[in-house]
């Protein structure tokens, strides 16, 4: 290898070492002779070959960091597993560096300690329904212990919450005995329900019928009232008209004739009817019932008369 081509590689080197190439989203910390220099951002930036190094490099993006599973002991003392993930960002790369060798590891590990103390406040029962409540004080609490090291944490979420297997069978036959408990309810109510619409339904249908034949009795009533009202009126007509007949010439003799003839067709109709007759002593004298009829007509005697003659 000839001198030429090891200056061209030499001043190539020299080059790399001089230009120092920054990501978007990223920073570099740069030191001189192993001491913190500056804090290089997104860019192109010279550094003095062999003597100014970049020694860390941090990406500014949200980093989600899963945190392994781990074995929690809640309030009611039952042992469950629970992971979840852990969402931070660098907010100063100084920091980052310098004020902790390495910030994952001392996260993940704050994160545990913190979600052990908070779910040793709880029940089991309270574990699932406060997930939020939990998140909340894990981020709040791990947020303020990583302010020293640059760290931001954002969010942490609770993925997994397993219980032991004996308790997640407790758990199910309790579930199942809720949910028969509330489908008696459900049904007991409805049944409830059913009868009370049937009794109105049975009153209001007595109410109808009631009003229906008070109505109807009602107009029963108005019908025999209006019947009665028009033969009263009828027959206070008649009655005058006969009377007026009556005053006349020959209308007296002409009603005697009428109630004679009305007598003798009732007498009739009764002998015709009935095979055994019972007749007043006095109307078995058939002369004496032509001188009871006399006294009303005026006109038997000389009928009588007649056929005494005959």
């Known amino acids: 290898m000839d001198f030429l081509t090891v200056l061209l590689i030499l001043v190539l080197i020299i080059i790399y070492k001089t230009i120092v190439i920054v990501p978007e989203k990223y920073a570099f910390i740069l030191e001189r002779f192993g001491k913190y220099k500056d804090t290089l951002s997104a860019g192109y930036h010279f550094a003095i070959p062999f003597v100014d190094q970049v020694h860390y490099k941090h990406s500014l993006k949200e980093i989600a960091y899963d945190v392994a599973p781990q074995e929690c002991i809640t309030k009611d003392n039952v042992p469950v597993e629970i992971d979840g993930i852990l969402y931070l960002k660098i907010i100063d790369p100084f920091k980052a560096s310098y004020g902790i060798d390495n910030f994952l590891l001392a996260v993940s590990q ?17 574990t699932f329904a406060e997930r939020d409540e939990i998140n909340s004080k ?65 009153r209001q249908e007595a109410i109808n019928i009631s009003e229906g034949e008070k109505q109807k009795r009602i107009n029963e009533a108005e019908g025999k009232g209006y019947e009665i009202e028009r033969i009263s009126e009828a027959t206070a007509n008649g009655l005058k008209i006969i009377g007026k007949a009556i005053s006349h010439k020959g209308g ?3 009603v005697d004739l009428q109630i004679a003839q009305g007598y003798l067709e009732g007498l009739g109709k009764i002998l015709q009817s009935s095979k055994t007759t019972v007749l007043p002593n006095n109307l078995a004298n058939i002369s004496g019932v032509f001188e009871g009829l006399s006294k009303v007509t005026h006109k038997l005697p000389d009928i009588h008369q007649k056929g005494e003659k005959k």
Do not use: F, H
Request: hydrophobic share 35%.
């Open 138 to 202: 894990v981020v709040s609490q791990i947020d303020a212990a990583t302010d020293p090291w640059g760290i931001k944490v954002t969010r942490y979420e609770i993925k997994n919450i397993n219980p032991p297997k004996q308790v997640l069978n407790s758990m199910e036959r309790q579930m199942k005995a809720e949910r028969d408990k509330r489908a008696e309810i459900t049904i007991s109510e409805g049944d409830r329900a059913s009868r009370i619409n049937r009794s109105m339904g049975e």
């Open 110 to 126: 704050l994160a545990k300690t913190t979600l052990r103390s908070e779910i040793g406040k709880l029940n089991l029962d309270d």
């Open 252 to 254: 007296k003799e002409a």
